[in-house]
Antibody
Framework: DVQLVESGGDLVKPGGSLRLSCAAS????????MNWVRQAPGKGLEWVAS????????YYADSVKGRFTISRDNAKDSLYLQMNRLRVEDTAFYYC??????????????WGQGTLVTVSS | DVQLTQSPSSLSASIGDRVTITCRAS??????LHWYQQKPGKAPKLLMT???NLQSGVPSRFSGGGSGTHFTLTITSLQPEDFATYYC?????????FGQGTKVEIK
């Protein structure tokens, strides 16, 4: 079975940094585009960033461009999100989500359970 | 960016009711529209892809339709396990977007 397990969420002050990780198992991680999707508590879903199977194509939502960096290590079956210059409005559950294909932009067919990032002074 | 607007934002319905949720796009997105179900404290679950392709294991009481800028998700006979929040999502553009969600509650 596909399993995605996020970690790294924490309480951080505005302007601070945090690195999220997502450990993948149960599928050939290196063959799929991966994403981060976030959800502020009690709010809707927001796609954050995507990275293609061999990191050729990387895209960001305008709200995080220049502050967040998505990366992956296919040897470790892991996805990462480096978050810098954090703002209060970045407070959310961050989900790791899989695209069904290695390239292109599609839907999200598998999701992790999420990790909570809280930005507050 | 393509904006997706769902209506209604919430609805109350009874077991056995037929429920339709609408998702409107700010520009034509062909049929690149997908639907998710989310229950409290859980990750979203993919229901339908490319407007009307039901995912494996999703009951046939769920159906989808539309094209261009107007899409619908219909539940023909609402069951207790269907009370949840539903989101549409487009993949016509690289910067993917979601609708704001429709909460289906018990009347």
């Amino acid at each position: 079975d596909v399993q995605l397990v996020e970690s790294g969420g924490d309480l951080v002050k505005p302007g601070g940094s945090l690195r999220l990780s997502c450990a993948a198992s149960g599928f050939s991680f290196r063959s799929y585009t991966m994403n981060w999707v976030r959800q502020a508590p009690g709010k809707g879903l927001e796609w954050v960033a995507s990275i293609s199977s061999v990191s050729t194509y990387i895209y960001y939502a305008d709200s995080v461009k220049g502050r967040f960096t998505i990366s992956r290590d296919n040897a470790k079956d892991s996805l990462y999100l480096q978050m810098n210059r954090l703002r209060v409005e970045d407070t959310a559950f961050y989900y790791c989500a899989r695209d069904p294909y290695g390239v292109g932009n599609n839907w999200f067919d598998s999701w992790g359970q999420g990790t909570l990032v809280t930005v507050s002074s | 960016d393509v904006q997706l607007t769902q209506s209604p934002s919430s609805l109350s319905a009874s077991i056995g009711d037929r429920v339709t949720i609408t998702c409107r796009a700010s520009q034509s997105i062909n049929r690149y529209l997908h639907w998710y179900q989310q229950k409290p404290g859980k990750a979203p679950k993919l229901l339908m892809t490319d407007t009307s392709n039901l995912q494996s294991g999703v009951p046939s009481r769920f159906s989808g339709g539309g094209s261009g800028t107007h899409f619908t998700l219909t539940i023909t006979s609402l069951q207790p396990e269907d009370f949840a929040t539903y989101y549409c999502q487009q993949s016509y553009t690289t910067l993917r977007t979601f609708g704001q969600g429709t909460k289906v509650e018990i009347k």
